[in-house]
C-alpha cells in the first residue's frame, strides 16, 4: 500500500481514503458505494441509475436547488456516476470549501428523500436520455453487445434501464433498492487535498459517523456459460457499425495485466495500435478503430469497435482476423515487448497527473482490492509480463471460434 494514501474506519464500517498532495489548491472527494445496476432485479432495471439522478432532487433538509446551487456557487463541480458495479457521488472545489463538499456529499448519498414530483420529471429527463443513446449507433451497438456477451444476466442490461422499468419507479422503489443494497462496509469516502489526515477524519466523523451501522446479506450472480452469437441487423445509417469480442477474465485473473498490454496493444488510444495502423493507415477503411477490455469482479468482457463504409465491412473484417491470428501465432520480439511495455506505462502515468482521477480510483480500488496499488506496483506487473505470457493470452481470448460479432448495417430504401 502507497503510503501517501491513508486509511481510517468509522464505527459504522464507512472507510476513509486520503491523499494528500500539498502543491494542490483543490480538494476532490466523493463518496464511493459498492452497488451498481448488476444488483437490479429485473423488475428494478435501471434504478441504480436514475437513484444517481435522484439524489440531487432533494434530501431531508435541502432542496434541489440549494444541492446544486451549493457547489456551483462556489466555482465547483458535483458529479455522480453509475456503472455495472458501482455509484460514486463526487465534488471538486477549492480547498477552502472542503467542508461544504463533504456536508452535501453525506447528506445527498443518505439522506435522499426522492419527491415524488421530483420523481416524474427526472422519469423525463431519463427517457430522454434513453433515446440519445438509441439514436446513437456508437452507443446502441455497445449496449446491445454487452446483452450478446452476457444474455439473461444482470451484466448485461441497460444501466439506464428499459423504458417499462423507468416508467414504473415509485417513491418506495428506492428505499427499498437502498435497504436491499447498501452496506456502509461497502461504503468508501476518498479524498485528495493540501489537507492533512486528520483533518479530513475529523471532517469525516463529524458528517458520516452519525448514519446507522447497515449490514445487508446480498449475493451477486456470477456469469457462466457464455457462448459466441453472431447478429446483424437493419438501422436507418449510412455506415456500417460492427463490434467483435467475447467474454474476459475477471478483476483479479492473473493474466488480467496480460490482457490489459495485450489489448493496448492491439487497439488502445495511441496512433501506433496494431489496428489503427493495419486499417485506418494502410487502407483508410475507418476513421476510428479501438480495442479495449472491462474487468469486473466475477467476468469481464473484450470488444474491438470501428465503423466504415458498406462496401469495405468485409475487408476490415479480414483485416482485423489477420491482426488478432498475428498476436496468436508470432511471439513478441524482445524490442517489441519493450516497446508495448513503455507505452502502456506511460499512458498510465499521465492518467495519473489528474488528482480528480485519482480520486474516483482510490474509493473504488479499496472496495475492489482492499488496497490501493502504487504506480511501481502496477509497472512492476508489466514489467513481469512475458512474451510467452502475450503469446497465451491471445490464443486464449482471440480464438476465431470464440468470438461474436454484431453488425449494423445500413437500411437500402426502395
Same mark, same amino acid.
Given at each position: 500500500m502507497d503510503k501517501r494514501f491513508q486509511i481510517h474506519r468509522l464505527e459504522n464500517g464507512i472507510r476513509i481514503i486520503h491523499r494528500q498532495v500539498?502543491?494542490?489548491?483543490?480538494? =476532490?472527494?466523493?463518496?464511493?458505494?459498492?452497488?451498481?445496476?448488476?444488483?437490479?432485479?429485473?423488475?428494478?432495471?435501471?434504478?441504480? $441509475?436514475?437513484?444517481?439522478?435522484?439524489?440531487?432532487?432533494?434530501?431531508?433538509?435541502?432542496?434541489?436547488? $440549494?444541492i446544486l446551487n451549493s457547489i456551483d456557487a462556489v466555482g465547483g463541480e458535483l458529479n455522480a456516476y453509475t456503472s455495472k458495479e458501482k455509484i460514486n457521488f463526487y465534488a471538486?472545489?477549492?480547498?477552502? $470549501?472542503?467542508?461544504?463538499?463533504?456536508?452535501?456529499?453525506?447528506?445527498?448519498?443518505?439522506?435522499?428523500?426522492?419527491?415524488?414530483?421530483?420523481i416524474d420529471k427526472e422519469r423525463s429527463v431519463i427517457l430522454e436520455e434513453m433515446s440519445l443513446?438509441?439514436?446513437?449507433?456508437?452507443?446502441?451497438?455497445?449496449?446491445?453487445?454487452?446483452?450478446?456477451?452476457?444474455p439473461n444476466h444482470p451484466l448485461g442490461r441497460n444501466i439506464l434501464g428499459t423504458i417499462?422499468?423507468?416508467?414504473?419507479?415509485?417513491?418506495?422503489?428506492?428505499?427499498?433498492?437502498?435497504?436491499?443494497?447498501?452496506?456502509?462496509?461497502?461504503?468508501?469516502?476518498?479524498?485528495?487535498?493540501?489537507?492533512?489526515?486528520?483533518k479530513v477524519v475529523a471532517l469525516g466523523e463529524k458528517y458520516f459517523s452519525h448514519i446507522p451501522e447497515r449490514?445487508?446479506?446480498?449475493?451477486?450472480?456470477?456469469?457462466?456459460?457464455y457462448t459466441p452469437i453472431h447478429v446483424e441487423r437493419k438501422k436507418p445509417i449510412t455506415q456500417c457499425h460492427?463490434?467483435?469480442?467475447?467474454?474476459?477474465?475477471?478483476?483479479? $485473473?492473473?493474466?488480467?495485466?496480460?490482457?490489459?498490454?495485450?489489448?493496448?496493444?492491439?487497439?488502445?488510444?495511441?496512433?501506433?495500435?496494431?489496428?489503427?495502423?493495419?486499417?485506418?493507415?494502410?487502407?483508410?477503411?475507418?476513421y476510428d478503430i479501438t480495442a479495449g477490455s472491462s474487468a469486473f469482479l466475477d467476468s469481464g468482457q473484450f470488444s474491438i469497435y470501428f465503423a466504415t463504409e458498406e462496401k469495405s465491412l468485409n475487408k476490415c473484417i479480414k483485416l482485423v482476423d489477420r491482426e488478432l491470428a498475428k498476436l496468436r501465432d508470432k511471439k513478441l520480439g524482445v524490442q517489441q515487448l519493450r516497446a508495448?511495455?513503455?507505452?502502456?506505462?506511460?499512458?498510465?502515468?499521465?492518467?495519473?497527473?489528474s488528482n480528480l482521477s485519482i480520486m474516483l480510483g482510490m474509493g473504488k480500488a479499496l472496495l475492489d482490492k482492499e488496497k490501493f496499488?502504487?504506480?511501481?506496483?502496477?509497472?512492476?506487473?508489466?514489467?513481469?509480463?512475458?512474451?510467452?505470457?502475450?503469446?497465451?493470452?491471445?490464443?486464449?481470448?482471440?480464438?476465431?471460434?470464440?468470438?461474436?460479432?454484431?453488425?449494423?448495417?445500413?437500411? =437500402?430504401?426502395?
Open positions: 500539498k502543491s494542490t489548491k483543490l480538494a =476532490h472527494c466523493g463518496v464511493v458505494l459498492n452497488v451498481g445496476s448488476r444488483d437490479e432485479t429485473l423488475e428494478q432495471q435501471g434504478i441504480a $441509475h436514475f437513484w444517481e439522478h435522484m439524489a440531487f432532487k432533494g434530501t431531508n433538509k435541502r432542496k434541489a436547488y $440549494h471538486s472545489t477549492l480547498v477552502e $470549501h472542503f467542508e461544504k463538499s463533504v456536508d452535501i456529499l453525506s447528506d445527498l448519498t443518505f439522506n435522499s428523500s426522492f419527491p415524488v414530483k421530483e443513446y438509441r439514436d446513437d449507433p456508437t452507443d446502441a451497438i455497445g449496449d446491445e453487445f454487452d446483452e450478446m456477451i452476457f417499462d422499468s423507468v416508467n414504473s419507479f415509485q417513491q418506495q422503489d428506492f428505499f427499498d433498492f437502498i435497504n436491499q443494497n447498501v452496506d456502509t462496509h461497502e461504503v468508501v469516502f476518498a479524498s485528495v487535498s493540501n489537507l492533512d489526515f486528520e449490514r445487508v446479506e446480498r449475493s451477486r450472480i456470477p456469469f457462466t456459460g460492427v463490434m467483435m469480442g467475447s467474454d474476459a477474465y475477471e478483476l483479479h $485473473h492473473q493474466k488480467r495485466m496480460s490482457f490489459f498490454l495485450l489489448t493496448n496493444l492491439l487497439g488502445g488510444p495511441a496512433m501506433n495500435s496494431r489496428l489503427n495502423l493495419g486499417i485506418r493507415e494502410k487502407y483508410g477503411y475507418v508495448a511495455k513503455q507505452q502502456i506505462m506511460g499512458q498510465i502515468a499521465m492518467s495519473g497527473e496499488e502504487t504506480l511501481e506496483e502496477v509497472f512492476q506487473q508489466i514489467r513481469d509480463i512475458t512474451s510467452e505470457d502475450l503469446l497465451e493470452v491471445a490464443n486464449e481470448m482471440f480464438a476465431k471460434d470464440r468470438l461474436s460479432t454484431l453488425i449494423y448495417r445500413p437500411e =437500402h430504401k426502395l
